[in-house]
Each structure stands twice: as structure tokens, then as C-alpha cells.
């Protein structure tokens, strides 16, 4: 299928490509700049896509659950018709191994029919009936009756690090879909190929679907302009993000400044803490160490759930621990980064952790060359009291990089969890007699992440009806969500409650209860 470059607005190809205006992606292995030439989205395709959403909002909105269903289902269909286009493009302009986005291509299939099966059942609307007693004293109640609706026209970012699963056909646009809400994605303009092959697909999902075409819009573009002009359209109602704090932050607050503030549900920065107690670390210290390297550098430690900080008491059995941790990461090949502005950032932030004081470097990168996106990975190591001084030391740092915070006691690296912000993940290793141990770091953990983890690592995040991909803040900016999982739906529906209708006039779902 060719490349055309144009925006995809409610299934229309618009916009002349020039060259004075257009951007290119870049293969980050190579550095070679990829065709076609893609136009950059203005205002007015921003007005044009919202504007059709909420045309056909209504239309999308009040369609039988089995039909959304189909549509979901349908979406999954066209993705892997065209799957190995997608991989094929996606790996031109990540990076990425293809057994890597293979994975991620049925992962990004699998949630949609996930969302399809969570859909079709109706579970979602979480109804409430209270019935009517007219006789009661001293005041009659009324019937009063509550479902949950789709908020509206939702805006979707696409994230770098997930081309397929977190972009434009990912969990967040197919829990919104899944809602009942139609939505408009800025595609990310670092896969810009791999976003118009997605929005295709489900342009294609549409229209089998017999759906009306403001269901779905993809706008591309490289500036930041484009990005603000649709957080700020007063016609969306709600936006999903995955990526850096700095981005998430800006457009919570583009948000909050609107006339109507609306919700924006951002997946930001995080370095999801691994607590090793000592009985874990006597009876297995060479296999964690192993899995733990493993986990830091997977996917050039790009994961939104890299364990970038582990903590233990002082021992000869953490100094060997170190030591296994440096010998693996020594032996791991450079690799590429997704493109030259996140090594850019990780060389930083592999730097300001090196120059502060108290911290020694145990790995060193090595690899700083400006002309390609490769990386290797990097390990440092401080004191508990060397951390709990200097707050900075807990900041993500987007890449293949940790810190080994050795503590001097149990107490204090309580201390120091307690003093941890919010986290997607919190892993803590231990054997069954360190019982009181646990419990007294998860009572800790629980008020700062949105995963705990027993003897495992954070790394392979479960697509199921259970999983919590979210955490207070700086984590995300609603710690009450999740970007992973059915229960992701709820971020775009509110409560509507019903009182003293009769039966004919209420919602399908709400009659006959």
C-alpha cells in the first residue's frame, strides 16, 4: 500500500504535501530520512476532524453494544490483514527487532477484541436502580435509575515507544472507542508511515462497519501547535497521552486553562522502584541479578515500566549483587534508541545522575556519537543517605540506565520509599519469612503506585481485566485510571442518573429493572 503523507479526516485523504512545509521520518539505525513526505496538520484539519466527531457523536454513541463490538473486532481484523506492512514500516522508523513489534502487533489486536468482548456484555454501564415509593413518609422517593455515557470527542496521542499498542489503533484509542466516543489522533511524528498504515485500517473498519465517518480522524504533524490546537477545540471532551512528564504536563495544562476544563488522562514518568530484602538476596542473588539487568535494559530500556532504581540494605551480598548486575550490562551490545531526541535525553540524564556528587559510576556509557541513535547501557550507585539528600536522583531517566541505592538499614530504606513519588510500579523482592517486612513496605507502596508486584519484574505489562497501568502523580495526572485493561473504558464515560422517567423514555439499558 502507498504511502500518501495526507491527514485521514473522517475518511477523507486531505491536504497537499509540500515541501517547504512537510516533515520526513528517519530510520534511527541508519539515519536515512524515509519517503514520503508528510504535510503537517494545521488549525483548520484540527476544526475539520472535531467537528465531524461531534456530528456523529450521537449517531456512534447510541448504536447497539454488539455493533460497537463488531467495529472493535473489525478494527483487529484490518490490522492484521495488514500486518506485515505495518511491521515492515514500523521497523524502518524505530528501530525496533521485528519479533519485538510482532509482539506488540498482537498485543495491540488482542485489546481491542478485548474491549469488543467487554463491550458486547454491558457490563461497563455499572447500572443503579433505587425504585420508586410513592407511599413512603413523610416524603414520597422517586424512581431513580443511573448508567454511565461516553463523554464526546476524545483526543489520542501517539506515543513513540509503542508504535502499535500506545499509537493510533492502540489501548487508548480503543478504550475510547469502546466508550462510545468518537476520536481524533495525533499521530506521533516520529512513525508517521506506521501511523497513516494504522489509521487506515481503521478508516477501513469504519466504512465495513457502515459507521459514520466522524468516528475516527488521524492528524499528523511535527510541531507542537498542532498537538495544543486540539487539546484546546472546545468541542473535545477528553485526552488520553503516553510519554514524558514534560508533555503530559504541558497538556494538563492546556487543559486546565480552557473555558471548560476537560480531563486528561496522561501516562508519564516514572522509575518503578525494586525493593530487595535480604533473605531474597541470600538465596538468589545471581539469578536477580540476571533478570534485573535483563529488565533494564529490555526494549533499550524504553518501557514506560523500566525498574530504573533498586534498593537493599549494605552487604557483601548486595557488593556481589552489584557486581553480577555490572557484568551483564558490560556484555550488552549497543542498540538503537527510537530516535535522536530520546538518546539526546538519555545521554542528559546519564549525565546529571554521574555528576552528582555522592554517586558513583559502576557501567559508563560509552557510546555518545551524534551521527546515529545507539546506546548502551548505563549503572550508578549511591548511599541512602546520599538519595534521600538530593530528591533530583529519583527522576526517570527515559533509557537503559539504573541506580543501586545501597541503604544502611531496613529503617531507612523505608524511609526512603516513603519518600518516593507516585510510580507505576513498585516490586518487591522476598521470602515468606520476611513477611512483616513486606507488609510494612507495600503499606508504604500502596499510596504510591497503581501496581505492586511480588518477586517479579515490572517489565510485561498484562493486557486483562485486571491490570492497573497507572499511579498518582507524576505517574499519571488521574491516579484513579488506568491506560491498560478493561477498566481503562471508564476514563471516557460519566455517571447519568434518571429520575422519575417512565419506562418508554429511558434508556434501553435501564428498562424493564
Not at 425504585?131 to 501517539?158: E, K
Request: with cysteine; hydrophobic share 45%.
Amino acid at each position: 500500500m502507498k504511502l500518501t503523507g495526507q491527514q485521514i479526516i473522517a475518511g477523507n485523504h486531505r491536504a497537499e504535501v509540500s515541501a517547504k512545509s512537510g516533515f520526513r521520518a528517519r530510520n534511527p539505525v541508519t539515519g536515512e530520512w524515509l519517503q514520503p513526505l508528510f504535510s503537517e496538520g494545521v488549525a483548520t484539519d484540527v476544526a475539520s476532524a472535531v467537528v465531524a466527531a461531534e456530528r456523529d457523536f450521537d449517531l456512534y454513541r447510541q448504536l447497539p453494544f454488539a455493533k460497537r463490538a463488531e467495529f472493535l473486532t473489525a478494527i483487529a481484523d484490518e490490522l492484521s490483514a495488514s500486518g506485515q506492512e505495518l511491521i515492515a514500516r514500523a521497523e524502518l522508523e524505530t528501530g525496533l527487532p521485528r519479533a519485538r513489534l510482532e509482539g506488540e502487533l498482537g498485543r495491540t489486536v488482542n485489546q481491542l477484541k478485548l474491549f469488543a468482548q467487554f463491550v458486547q456484555r454491558g457490563e461497563f454501564l455499572q447500572l443503579r436502580v433505587v425504585h420508586a415509593l410513592p407511599d413512603r413518609q413523610p416524603l414520597a422517593r422517586p424512581d431513580i435509575r443511573m448508567t454511565q455515557i461516553p463523554l464526546g470527542p476524545v483526543a489520542v496521542f501517539g506515543a513513540s515507544n509503542f508504535p502499535l499498542a500506545f499509537s493510533v489503533a492502540g489501548g487508548d484509542t480503543a478504550s475510547a472507542l469502546a466508550a462510545g466516543c468518537p476520536v481524533v489522533v495525533k499521530g506521533h511524528p516520529a512513525h508517521p508511515g506506521t501511523s497513516e498504515l494504522a489509521g487506515r485500517a481503521i478508516s477501513q473498519a469504519v466504512m465495513k462497519s457502515a459507521l459514520p465517518a466522524g468516528v475516527f480522524s488521524l492528524l499528523q504533524g511535527s510541531r507542537h501547535e498542532l498537538g495544543t490546537a486540539l487539546v484546546q477545540h472546545p468541542l473535545i471532551k477528553a485526552v488520553a497521552f503516553t510519554g514524558s512528564l514534560a508533555g503530559g504536563r504541558a497538556l494538563f495544562d492546556l487543559a486546565a486553562a480552557r473555558p471548560e476544563p476537560i480531563p486528561v488522562f496522561a501516562e508519564m514518568g516514572s522509575v518503578n522502584p525494586v525493593f530487595l530484602l535480604p533473605g531474597a538476596l541470600a538465596s538468589g542473588s545471581g539469578a536477580l541479578a540476571e533478570h534485573y539487568a535483563d529488565s533494564v535494559v529490555l526494549g533499550v530500556g524504553q518501557f514506560c515500566t523500566k525498574p530504573g532504581l533498586l534498593l537493599a540494605v549494605q552487604s557483601s551480598m548486595l557488593d556481589a549483587f552489584v557486581q553480577q548486575v555490572e557484568a551483564r550490562l558490560l556484555a550488552k551490545q549497543p542498540e538503537p534508541m527510537l530516535h535522536r531526541g530520546i538518546k539526546q535525553n538519555y545521554l542528559h540524564g546519564v549525565h546529571r545522575v554521574a555528576v552528582s556528587t555522592g554517586v558513583e559510576t559502576v557501567v559508563d556509557l560509552k557510546q555518545r556519537e551524534p551521527e546515529n541513535c545507539l546506546v548502551g547501557p548505563a549503572l550508578f550507585r549511591t548511599t541512602g543517605e546520599t538519595f534521600l539528600a538530593n530528591p533530583e536522583l529519583a527522576e526517570e531517566v527515559f533509557g537503559p540506565s539504573a541506580i543501586v541505592v545501597a541503604c544502611s538499614s531496613f529503617e531507612q530504606m523505608l524511609q526512603v520509599a516513603g519518600g518516593l513519588r507516585g510510580q507505576l510500579s513498585a516490586t518487591v523482592h522476598a521470602i515468606p519469612e520476611e513477611e512483616n517486612g513486606c507488609r510494612q513496605l507495600f503499606n508504604l507502596l500502596e499510596r504510591k503506585t497503581g501496581r505492586l508486584i511480588l518477586n517479579g519484574f515490572p517489565t510485561g505489562v498484562e493486557v486483562c481485566s485486571a491490570m492497573v497501568h497507572g499511579g498518582p502523580y507524576p505517574a499519571t495526572t488521574d491516579s484513579r485510571s488506568t491506560s491498560v485493561g478493561s477498566s481503562a473504558l471508564y476514563r471516557f464515560l460519566r455517571p447519568l442518573c434518571y429520575q422519575g422517567f417512565t419506562p418508554q423514555l429511558l434508556p434501553k439499558e435501564l428498562r424493564g429493572l
